[in-house]
Every structure is written in C-alpha cells, then in structure tokens.
C-alpha cells in the first residue's frame, strides 16, 4: 500500500498545483481585461481583447481548477476508504458506504475513478455480490463454457489464486512475499491459459490436485505463525522452512507454465527455421 500512498500524495500535490494556476490565470488575467476594459472607455477607444482575454483566462482558468479540485478530491477520498479498510483484503460495499456516509451508488463511482487513474491495482468490485475485492482480479479466470468440470477446476483455482493474493499482503518479509506474489502471477498465467485451451486442463492436473492447495497451506499456517507475538524456536523454524520451501515451489510453478507452451515455443521455431531456409535461397 506504501506505492499508493505516494501515488495519491502525488496526485494531491498535482491537484493543488492545478489548483492554484487556475486561480492565478483567473486572477491575472481577470485584472488585466478589467484594466484594459477601463483604459479602453477612459481613452474612448473600443477593442474586444480585453472581453476575450478575460473569457480565455475563465474557460482556461477554470478547467484548471475543475481539474485540479478533482484529482485532490480523488486522493482524499482513497485515503479515507484506506483507513476505513485496515488491512481487510475484502470489504462489504454497503458496509464501507455506510461508514463513510456515502450512498453505495457514490462509493462504487468513486472506485471506478480511483481504479481508472492506478488506485487499488488488481482490485475486484463486484457489484452484483457487494463486494470490494483487494489483491486479486478473478474476471479472468471465469468461464462460461459450459464444461462443468473446466468450470470447478477453474473456481477452485481461482479461489486458491485469490488466498494466495490475500496472505501476500499480510506477510512483513519482503523475500516471502516478492516470492508470492511471483507464484501468483505464474498461476494466474497458467489457469488464464487453460481457460483459453481447455483441452489441455489435464496437463495440470498436478498442479491443480497438490501444488496449489499445498502452496496455499504452507502460506495460510506462515500467516497464522506470523501473527503471533512470541515465537517460540520451533515456530520460527516453521516459518524459516515455509519460507525456503517457496523457492523451491517456484520452479515447479515455472514448469508448468513452460510445458503449456512447450508445443508454441515447438512451432515458433519451425515457423523461423522455414523463414530463414526461404531468406537464404
């Protein structure tokens, strides 16, 4: 969260930037139409520069204050919904409106702004369940296909995939948790690949039936140890292992992922080899 915390330290500093050189062409250039308009009646003279100086300072001038009152408003607002969410990886969508003394229709407008401009990146705001989703975006991994049994193999790994993304944000070392986040994208990959080929769903069958949930249990008992504040010698041997094993697990992971593609990589290179026999005729 500490990347978004600068993000929107970053957008409020734009936002008062804006802010003020909006104000300031409206100010500057409002005092020098008024000045022209009056140096123009006193000399008996007429021009329409002062009139149109004074409308571009405004419609610029203005935009820049639209603008920049919008962006400091956009941070401000994610950071209440950030301390109102704790360290919840999932919230209740009427639950956090009510606590912000939002309507639910202005908390969902808010997350679809804060989401389009980088905020709460692989979020998930489900509208219809009512939810607000941090760590993981499932839209990727649900099939429509028909197939019941690509559909459960599909649910059940996108339900993995998400505990893996909710432990990784609790977890305080950061090697652990580099190396999650890496096991989760991977799976990501392979179950959003199995989802566009499911005549390959029985090539992970390994890794659907022990690699993930396994993965997931070492995480979910890390999680619990860590969360103790005295740790005896045996439980900070657990977690040092848990640990070690996650680098062990990733190649397995990385495996699976090249043997997916294993008959691409195959016809790729055929495709190449024929180009360069024809480029050295």
Known sequence: MSDMN???DKTTAIG????FAGGFLVILFGIIALIGRIWFLFSDASSSIPAFLFLLSIIVGGFLIWKGYGS????SRYRRICRIMGDDAAIDLSALAQKLGWTRAKLIKALHRQTSHGFWPNSFLDTSSGVFVLGYNPAHLKSDSGNKALDELLGTA???????ATISRSIDDPDLKASVDTLTDIAKQIYTYIGENPEKSSLVRQMSNYFLPTTVNLLADYSELQKQTVKSE????????????MSRIEPAFR?????LYSKKSMDV???IE????????
């Open 274 to 281: 024929v180009m360069q026999n024809m480029l050295d005729i």
């Open 158 to 164: 996108n339900t993995y995939i998400h505990e893996m």
């Open 269 to 271: 290179s055929v495709e």
């Open 234 to 245: 045996n439980m900070l041997t657990s977690m040092q292992k848990i640990t070690e094993m």
């Open 72 to 75: 400091y408003k956009m941070a």
């Open 6 to 8: 600068k993000k929107a």
């Open 16 to 19: 008062v930037l804006l802010l």
């Open 255 to 259: 495996k699976q992922l090249d043997d």
